[in-house]
């Protein structure tokens, strides 16, 4: 198995615990077809209904800035917004794949126009995503994001670190990502029997105390 099906593997079977008859949502860059592809692949291996992609592309993103009126890189559309309702109504599976491939893609436009973003699809998507909807988001490699780490289109090179994040080196990464993902809960659970109102955070040039909220819980691993 090599890095990319390693990759959908741990994204689709720990990232989001795909279930048998659950649907998907895949966020993704056209930068990113072959690790799309293979998430896909992983997906419906694990007995996915469907899988949505919805794809984002940097200079067809660059047209629309450049042509749109404000007015219309606003406005929230209905269908979008049912849209993303059914799938948090369905409880779909939300997986994002992010690394920008180009972060210069927008230099030059009109800054409002490029900061312009449909609010409401935003906050249908946050209510979504964060109260029905198991997600994940993760960095796909690819030549663009290793020239801004690297300062070369290095696209091996990024892979080892990311194999190395995300225990891809492991024999069994999905199983390893459960392992550690068990170890964070049994921590969350030590530290919330300790029953915190204050951390301190001490080293060198550092002495800060920060307060915690009455009745908080200390989480992790997915819980």
């Known amino acids: 198995m090599d890095w990319i099906e390693r990759f959908a593997d741990v994204v689709v079977r720990a990232g ?29 291996a694990a007995g996915a209904a469907w899988v949505e992609p919805i794809w984002s592309d940097g200079p067809m993103r660059r047209s629309e800035v450049d042509h749109s009126s404000l ?59 964060m109260g029905k909807l198991r997600w994940t988001a993760v960095g796909a490699p690819n030549p663009g994001w290793a020239t801004q780490i690297f300062g070369e289109p290095d696209l091996e090179r990024l892979w080892q670190a990311v194999g190395t994040a995300m225990r891809l080196d492991s024999d069994d990464p999905v199983a390893a990502w459960h392992q550690r993902s068990a170890t964070l809960a ?37 819980v």
Request: with cysteine; net charge negative.
């Open 16 to 44: 989001v615990n795909v279930q048998p008859g659950q649907g998907v949502v895949l966020n993704t860059d056209t930068a990113h077809l072959e690790i799309a592809r293979a998430v896909v692949e992983a997906a419906y």
């Open 71 to 129: 007015d219309q890189l606003r406005a929230s559309r209905p269908w979008a917004l049912q849209r993303t309702r059914e799938w948090g109504e369905q409880g779909a599976a939300w997986i994002t794949l992010v690394g920008d491939a180009d972060p210069h893609v927008l230099d030059g436009a009109d800054p409002a126009r490029a900061a312009a973003r449909r609010v409401e699809e935003g906050f249908a998507r946050r209510d979504a995503v």
């Open 186 to 222: 049994e921590r969350g659970a030590a530290l919330d029997a300790l029953e915190l109102t204050e951390v301190r955070y001490q080293g060198e040039g550092t002495d800060l105390t920060v307060g915690l909220i009455p009745g908080c819980h200390w989480t992790g691993g997915g």
